[in-house]
């Protein structure tokens, strides 16, 4: 069914400070707002774009000829493609939170980690462990305490990807920023994430179709991450994206909705449960995931991911208690403010 201009173009006006204050003028499409951690979010326009769909397993094959054939056949979470109607604009984290500002929001908030609260540690990459001796074949050593947002292992500064960190401590960061600034923020849908990750585009990345081209728009497993990991070599970029692990936020260009990294660098929890058969039954506006379910969603792909899971349509998940040296988080933040209150409680 047709929807009506008004339904799909409906859209908010937006508050442009932390805080009580005037409502001002709608902010335009690409406009940049930030927050008192110093995270900058980027005004997503209200719009609408095909969802899922992958592509057929020749095709895959012929992009992606050293991978087994069974992997283009097991994507069927990926479809049906389908129309999805986003009708509110939002502000979107114009980057994946850093090392530095979690740091911060944990000295304000006094909350703990998972990975230290319930002090199994998390997962981190070791050179002297051997992933064919482990049990699960695990390309990074974990659970273990040594490792947590503080410390994957590798050399990290404050401007680079937080990783290791789980769903609900990413739910605790968006309450704590509710509640102290007066605007709601959370995690993005799946939808959301994938309208603001293609940005107009239908192809199987932003910049286009050729993988190979992604070591000028994206940070993940390319040559030299296959020096650490020389059993997966086959599969990394024949060509260097600048960085063996993670990145410093924004080291390559936008999409064209003005957002770095939404491909790369850290896989990026949304809000949604996974369901194998959702998009069957998905809704065509404002899609929210199924109402319950065992693992959430994570999208995007990482610095160690091979180019074909780094598509903007493919799917992953995980429990909401997983850290992992691969996984962030990139908020956002609504459009309406909504009432100040108190800060949050900490969780020690």
Same mark, same amino acid.
């Given at each position: 069914?047709?929807?009506?201009?008004?339904?799909?173009?409906?859209?908010?006006?937006?508050?442009?400070?932390?805080?009580?204050?005037?409502?001002?003028?709608?902010?335009?499409?690409?406009?940049?707002?930030?927050?008192?951690?110093?995270?900058?979010?980027?005004?997503?326009?209200?719009?609408?774009?095909?969802?899922?769909?992958?592509?057929?397993?020749?095709?895959?094959?012929?992009?992606?000829?050293?991978?087994?054939?069974?992997?283009?056949?097991?994507?069927?979470?990926?479809?049906?493609?389908?129309?999805?109607?986003?009708?509110?604009?939002?502000?979107?984290?114009?980057?994946?939170?850093?090392?530095?500002?979690?740091?911060?929001?944990?000295?304000?908030?006094?909350?703990?980690?998972?990975?230290?609260?319930?002090?199994?540690?998390?997962?981190?990459?070791?050179?002297?462990?051997?992933?064919?001796?482990?049990?699960?074949?695990?390309?990074?050593?974990?659970?273990?305490?040594?490792?947590?947002?503080?410390?994957?292992?590798?050399?990290?500064?404050?401007?680079?990807?937080?990783?290791?960190?789980?769903?609900?401590?990413?739910?605790? @960061?968006?309450?704590?920023?509710?509640?102290?600034?007066?605007?709601?923020?959370? @995690?993005?849908?799946?939808?959301?994430?994938?309208?603001?990750?293609?940005?107009?585009?239908?192809?199987?990345?932003?910049?286009?179709?050729?993988?190979?081209?992604?070591?000028?728009?994206?940070?993940?497993?390319?040559?030299?991450?296959?020096?650490?990991?020389?059993?997966?070599?086959?599969?990394?970029?024949?060509?260097?994206?600048?960085?063996?692990?993670?990145?410093?936020?924004?080291?390559?260009?936008?999409?064209?909705?003005?957002?770095?990294?939404?491909?790369?660098?850290?896989?990026?929890?949304?809000?949604?449960?996974?369901?194998?058969?959702?998009?069957?039954?998905?809704?065509?506006?404002?899609?929210?995931?199924?109402?319950?379910?065992?693992?959430?969603?994570?999208?995007?792909?990482?610095?160690?991911?091979?180019?074909?899971?780094?598509?903007?349509?493919?799917?992953?998940?995980?429990?909401?208690?997983?850290?992992?040296?691969?996984?962030?988080?990139?908020?956002?933040?609504?459009?309406?403010?909504?009432?100040?209150?108190?800060?949050?409680?900490?969780?020690?």
């Amino acid at each position: 069914m047709k929807l009506p201009p008004l339904l799909i173009l409906l859209c908010a006006s937006c508050v442009l400070h932390a805080g009580t204050g005037p409502r001002a003028k709608p902010a335009a499409a690409g406009a940049t707002w930030t927050n008192a951690l110093g995270m900058r979010f980027v005004h997503v326009p209200a719009g609408s774009f095909t969802m899922g769909g992958p592509e057929g397993p020749q095709a895959l094959a012929q992009a992606f000829p050293r991978l087994e054939s069974q992997r283009f056949t097991e994507l069927t979470d990926e479809g049906p493609a389908h129309t999805v109607y986003i009708r509110q604009p939002f502000y979107l984290g114009q980057h994946e939170v850093t090392v530095g500002q979690f740091r911060r929001f944990l000295q304000v908030s006094g909350y703990q980690p998972e990975s230290i609260a319930d002090g199994t540690g998390g997962y981190g990459y070791n050179a002297q462990y051997d992933p064919a001796a482990s049990g699960r074949g695990d390309a990074f050593e974990g659970r273990d305490r040594r490792y947590s947002w503080e410390n994957p292992g590798f050399f990290q500064t404050d401007d680079h990807p937080v990783i290791n960190v789980t769903w609900n401590d990413a739910q605790a @960061l968006a309450a704590w920023l509710s509640r102290t600034e007066g605007h709601r923020y959370r @995690l993005p849908t799946e939808a959301e994430w994938e309208y603001a990750c293609r940005a107009g585009t239908r192809t199987r990345y932003p910049h286009g179709d050729d993988p190979q081209a992604l070591a000028a728009h994206a940070n993940i497993f390319d040559r030299d991450a296959a020096v650490f990991w020389p059993h997966w070599r086959q599969h990394a970029l024949a060509t260097s994206d600048g960085h063996a692990f993670t990145a410093p936020v924004g080291s390559y260009a936008p999409n064209a909705f003005g957002l770095h990294d939404m491909l790369g660098n850290a896989w990026e929890w949304v809000s949604d449960w996974h369901g194998d058969t959702y998009y069957a039954e998905s809704p065509a506006i404002d899609p929210q995931g199924p109402s319950d379910g065992a693992v959430r969603v994570r999208r995007g792909g990482s610095w160690h991911t091979w180019a074909f899971y780094a598509r903007c349509g493919y799917r992953n998940w995980n429990s909401p208690q997983t850290r992992y040296t691969l996984v962030g988080i990139r908020l956002l933040r609504e459009i309406t403010a909504t009432p100040q209150a108190a800060s949050a409680p900490s969780r020690r």
